[in-house]
Nanobody, 111 residues
Framework: QVQLLESGGGLVQAGGSLRLSCAASGRTFSSYAMGWFRQAPGKERELVATISSGFTTTYADSVKGRFTISRDNAKKTLYLQMNSLKPEDTAVYYC?????WGQGTQVIVSS
């Protein structure tokens, strides 16, 4: 059983920054790849970024150069640093590992 709890969302102006966190509990955290997804109103859930157990990262083209995914295995926490935010980044952001999902945290970017 794995539980994921996201935090750090909120309302920010375009050009601003937010840092999302995802605290994990349950199985061994360090052995698994993890990712951030997002879902905007009326749109399908999309992959934002992933990080492997070996700290290899991948990003959606839309966030490359602006977002940074990282993990702290000792704290069992996944992060997403989001800079230069745009209104199109507005979405609910979800943490994922395997078949497990968090409840999501809302990010709203005003223009």
């Amino acid at each position: 059983q794995v539980q994921l709890l996201e935090s750090g969302g909120g309302l920010v102006q375009a050009g601003g920054s937010l840092r999302l966190s995802c605290a994990a509990s349950g199985r061994t955290f360090s052995s698994y790849a993890m990712g951030w997804f997002r879902q905007a109103p009326g749109k399908e859930r999309e992959l934002v970024a992933t990080i492997s157990s070996g700290f290899t990262t991948t990003y959606a083209d839309s966030v490359k150069g602006r977002f940074t995914i990282s993990r702290d295995n000792a704290k069992k926490t996944l992060y997403l640093q989001m800079n230069s935010l745009k209104p199109e980044d507005t979405a609910v952001y979800y943490c994922n590992v395997g078949n497990y999902w968090g409840q999501g945290t809302q990010v709203i970017v005003s223009s």
